[in-house]
């Protein structure tokens, strides 16, 4: 079984930055495909960015485009998520997911088998 486990989260001023971290606990994750989701209160979960196993492919959500990236170093066994230019909707508790289950796109959370305890993100206007 692999367990994800989030770090990195925090309180951020508007515009500033964070890099959030994924590394598992238990058997490495270098051949699962790794998402990034986010939940706001009051909202449904939503994907955020995602990456295939060997960092080949990635997606990344449109409302954080341009904004947002994700990378794997499988040699240390930890996904990130760069996050720059925050804005107080960026404000969520951040998930990481692992998963291998075919027949889902990358940003599909049904192509996830486990999942993160959540980071706190904040950013303050």
């Known amino acids: 079984q692999v367990q994800p486990v989030e770090s990195g989260g925090g309180l951020v001023q508007a515009g500033g930055s964070l890099r959030l971290s994924c590394a598992p606990s238990?058997?490495?994750?270098?051949?699962?495909?790794v998402g990034w989701f986010r939940q706001a209160p009051g909202k449904e979960r939503e994907s955020v960015a995602a990456?295939?196993?060997?960092?080949?492919?990635?997606y990344v959500a449109d409302s954080v485009k341009g904004r947002f990236a994700v990378s794997r170093d499988n040699a240390k066994n930890t996904v990130y998520l760069q996050m720059n230019s925050l804005k107080p909707e960026d404000t969520a508790v951040y998930y990481c997911?692992?998963?291998?289950?075919?027949?889902?796109?990358?940003?599909?959370?049904?192509?996830?088998?486990?999942w993160g305890q959540g980071t706190q993100v904040t950013v303050s206007s």
């Open positions: 997911a692992v998963g291998r289950r075919l027949g889902y796109t990358i940003a599909a959370d049904g192509g996830y088998d486990y």
């Open positions: 238990g058997r490495p994750f270098s051949t699962y495909r």
């Open positions: 990456i295939v196993w060997n960092g080949g492919s990635t």
